[in-house]
């Protein structure tokens, strides 16, 4: 299977990649399953792709949490080193491509007192919800490669 029939197969198209690299054959060792699991389970508990009723919840934390991604996946992969290449060829578009943009724009706007403001607590909370559409995929494409059950819509969603 090539890497660009493996991102299809799961509804991960949006990613910008090289041709030649969605051309390269996928083949996941251990440590990207390894690695796969130890991302999902993150995923599975944090605000990134749980839902934040309205009412409930502080948006500065729920960035703070989208944003602590980033160490959580640099960790990931230098505890499982390069043999988690294909892990880290998908977890490092998605942070850059899906994540890195929505907290960029919403940390300058923390800055800038957003969260002080419902009309943009309630934007951010759109957004939000927008980009917890897209890594419950991510979610259910690592459940896939760690070959574990996907338990990403397990509980109700109570909105």
């Known amino acids: 299977m090539t890497f660009r029939k493996f991102l299809e197969n799961w509804d991960m198209n949006e990613l910008q990649l ?62 499982h080193g390069k043999e988690c290449i294909q892990f880290a060829k998908i977890a490092i578009p ?3 491509q899906i994540v890195r943009p929505f907290t960029a724009q919403w940390h300058k706007a923390s800055l800038e007192g957003a969260f002080d403001k419902p009309a ?24 896939g490669i760690a070959k574990v059950e996907d338990i990403t819509f397990l509980e109700a969603q109570q909105l």
Do not use: M
Request: aromatic fraction near 8%; glycine fraction near 2%; hydrophobic fraction near 40%.
């Open 18 to 79: 090289d041709l030649k690299f969605l051309k390269l054959k996928w083949e996941p060792q251990t440590a990207d399953q390894n690695a796969a699991w130890e991302l999902y389970v993150e995923l599975l508990t944090r605000i990134s792709t749980q839902a934040l009723p309205s009412g409930h919840g502080d948006e500065k934390t729920a960035l703070t949490s989208v944003y602590s991604l980033f160490p959580t996946v640099r960790e990931i992969i230098k505890k």
């Open 94 to 96: 998605v942070l850059n």
């Open 120 to 143: 943009q607590c309630q934007q951010f909370r759109r957004e939000l919800a927008e980009l917890q559409t897209k890594l419950n995929k991510f979610t259910r494409l690592l459940a």
